[in-house]
């Protein structure tokens, strides 16, 4: 694998190859997190970019995951593309993104989505599928010939990463890994043995 002093380069490199590759979902990413008390949970998010030196997701503030990254902000996420032995690992702190980068990407959104986004109280137990479409219907009706505004309990995080692990399949199991960790303005590279 070749080396780079900068591995946010490399990561829209790889990223850009594994969308043409066909890959189903590059974007998505597993997002571990912790409690205040240290109890790890990790899921699947979609990843929305990198901006202000940040990994961005975007999520409901009301959630599990964004409670753990309030009492403990920071978290490690994981992209794996098989199609192309592929891996990135990123640790880092956490922030929430600005309201008017939230607003940005919230209106980019289907309709439909930025509806789900005000019916659907995530990670609550709800009754059965039938309260999540009555609540869709309910919205829907309400903000009928409106904008839908991006509701206050949603929105973005930026993981900024600390250290970035590239990790590309070879054969005999005799993986490439190289580690990036940050160093002040620049990165510290190393190889790491599979």
């Known amino acids: 694998m070749p080396e780079t002093a900068d591995p946010i380069a490399l990561f ?38 990198f901006s202000r030196g940040g990994f961005v997701f975007f999520t409901n503030y009301r959630s599990p995951k964004a409670a753990d990254l309030v009492a403990n902000p920071r978290a490690a996420c994981v992209f794996h593309w098989p199609e192309g032995e592929r891996q990135v690992r990123v640790e880092g702190r956490v922030e929430k993104v600005p309201r008017t980068e939230s607003d940005r990407y919230f209106s980019s959104r289907p309709r439909e989505s930025r509806l789900s986004a005000w019916a659907s109280p995530q990670s609550s137990e709800i009754p059965d599928r039938a309260f999540l479409e009555r609540e869709y219907a309910r919205l829907a009706a309400l903000f009928s010939g409106k904008r839908v505004p991006r509701p206050p309990f ?25 580690f990036y960790v940050k160093k002040g303005r620049g990165w510290k590279i190393s190889k790491l043995a599979p």
Do not use: C, N
């Open 154 to 178: 949603w929105g973005g995080f930026r993981v900024i990463p600390d250290s970035i692990e590239f990790w590309q399949g070879q054969r005999f199991r005799l993986h490439d890994r190289t």
């Open 12 to 49: 829209k490199r790889w990223y850009k190859e594994a969308a043409a590759s066909g890959a189903l979902l590059p974007e998505a990413m597993a997002l571990a997190t912790a409690s205040s008390a240290g109890a790890p949970s990790v899921r699947m998010v979609l990843y929305r970019g």
